[in-house]
Each structure stands twice: as structure tokens, then as C-alpha cells.
């Protein structure tokens, strides 16, 4: 993974990091006591990186907690954010206390289940969520009714839908009757609903999408609910330097002196002209 230092917001970093809540930033920030790089700030949405930026309060340095991230079994009917406004069960709801500090690496909808990824990497997360990174992830798909060979190619040749193209990258049909169809579906990138608005462009509609794979990561025997601690090694994380340049031997005629005979670039004579 390429270092990748994106700004964001400053209350939104200090969160991310898990050294402070927004409530208690916002307080910091209007009593004068925050500053970043030693320079006080006033402004919640001043822009920061949070891996990069040195952060303190009345000068000293803030606490950041610890790497950390998870491999989640979403259940179903459960919300993949930290509060609901409609009193819904969340994610956080499933995990101790001393982990409510991470956030989500996407989202999955309240029906869908499987592999959720909880992070306080916001580098991690934005390199496994950046369509450009084409970082797969896999789902398994029930639909109702029967999926012909032609729906099938029509599907992976990809589907405009609200000038969005829904295009999976694989798609393979496991098993299939004239009640329902069992496939297997893997996504480069995010989109809102995808797999469900691409049967339903097909006629299809989705009663069931569980996400089981995403990248190097696999959700295995993990029963619903249940969650593991992920290691750097897994996810392939860690900090590279730089390649040294590599200084290539010039031609021995290069930046000598034009009077020099002996490094002159020797030429092809001229033809005569008849």
C-alpha cells in the first residue's frame, strides 16, 4: 500500500484517530486549546491529515490510540453506522466499549450480511474503499426466478441504471431453478446498491446478499454477530521508504568540454550529392 496522506475535516480526524470525540474538539477548538503543527486552531472543518499532522492540546501531545481493526459478521437488519435516529440496532451495538472508537470501511445496507471491515486507519480505509485501487470483494447472491445464459451475459457486459454503469467484475451462476437463482458476484468499487439495482434492472429481485470475501480478507466460520482482531500483516499494511534514484552512467561524451577530440560523439559521414 502507497502512503496516501488525504486531508479531512479536523473534528472528523481527531474521531477517526480515537484520540477525541467531535463534542470534545469542538469544545478544545472554541476554548483556543487545540493546535495543529503548533499553530492554534479556531475552525472544526480546518483541513488536516490525520497521519501526518502533529496535534496537541495546551501544547502537549495528544494520545492516539493504537492501530486497530476488525473483521465483523454483520447480521441482518442491523445498521452500519454509529447512531440511528430511528433506534435501529448498529454495528457498534455488537462490539465492547473500547472499540466503538473505529469506523466502518464502507457500508453494507441493513439487509445485507457479511464481511464488514472496522478500522481507526483512515489511510487503510480510503485505499480499500478508492475505486481506482479496484480492491475486489466478493458476494453471494440469491435471486428469485431462474437466470438465463443471456441475463447472465447481459450482466456482465454491465447495465446503465440512473446514468450509472452497474458492471460487476465476475459474476457466475452456482445454482439455479425456475424459483430461485444462486450466484456469486465480486464489485471493484462501491456503489449505492449495486447488486440489487443491477437483478432488478434484470428482473430479479434479491432476497438474499451476504458479502464474503474483501481483498486478501475471507469471512470464513465467523458465526453472525461475532467479530476478530486483524493484524497488519493481514491486510498487507506497513510503511515503505522510498526506492533510492537510480543514477545511471552517462555517455562519455555527455557535459565534456567541446574541444575535446576524444569524447566527441562520432558521426555517420554525409553522402555526396550527384
Given amino acids: 500500500m502507497e502512503r496516501d496522506y488525504g486531508k479531512v475535516p479536523l473534528e472528523r480526524a481527531l474521531s477517526k484517530l480515537g484520540a477525541a470525540s467531535r463534542s470534545q474538539t469542538r469544545e478544545w477548538i472554541q476554548k483556543g486549546r487545540l493546535q495543529v503543527n503548533g499553530r492554534t486552531v479556531m475552525d472544526t472543518q480546518y483541513m488536516v491529515s490525520p497521519e501526518k ?42 462490539l465492547p466499549i473500547e472499540l466503538r472508537n473505529l469506523h466502518p470501511v464502507g457500508r453494507l445496507d441493513m439487509a445485507t450480511t457479511g464481511l464488514l471491515i472496522l ?33 447472465l451475459a447481459k450482466a456482465a457486459a454491465g447495465i446503465m441504471d440512473e446514468g450509472e454503469l452497474l458492471k460487476p467484475s465476475k459474476i457466475a451462476l452456482r445454482k439455479g431453478s425456475g424459483r430461485e437463482s444462486h450466484l456469486t458476484v465480486e464489485l471493484t468499487e462501491g456503489k449505492n446498491r449495486e447488486i440489487r439495482r443491477l437483478f ?17 480478507l ?17 491486510l498487507n499494511v506497513k510503511e515503505t521508504a522510498p526506492a533510492p534514484a537510480v543514477k545511471r552512467p552517462l555517455p562519455p561524451w555527455h557535459n565534456k568540454p567541446k ?14 550529392r550527384f
Fill in 53 to 94: 499532522d502533529k496535534f496537541t492540546v495546551d501544547g502537549k501531545p495528544m494520545q492516539k490510540d493504537s492501530w486497530q481493526a476488525i473483521l465483523l459478521n454483520k447480521p441482518k437488519g442491523v445498521v452500519t453506522t454509529a447512531s440511528d435516529e430511528k433506534g435501529r440496532r448498529t454495528v457498534f451495538d455488537l
Fill in 119 to 151: 478500522t481507526n486507519d483512515t489511510r487503510l480505509s480510503s485505499f480499500l474503499t478508492d475505486p481506482a485501487n479496484a480492491v475486489p470483494r466478493t458476494y453471494l447472491v440469491t435471486v428469485t426466478g431462474e437466470m438465463t445464459e443471456a441475463e
Fill in 200 to 216: 432488478e434492472a434484470l428482473g430479479h429481485e434479491v432476497t438474499s446478499l451476504k458479502r464474503v470475501a474483501f481483498g486478501p
Fill in 218 to 234: 475471507q469471512l470464513g466460520a465467523l458465526e453472525p454477530g461475532q467479530f476478530r482482531r486483524l493484524t497488519k500483516q493481514e
Fill in 259 to 272: 574541444d575535446n577530440k576524444r569524447f566527441k560523439r562520432k558521426m555517420p559521414p554525409k553522402r555526396r
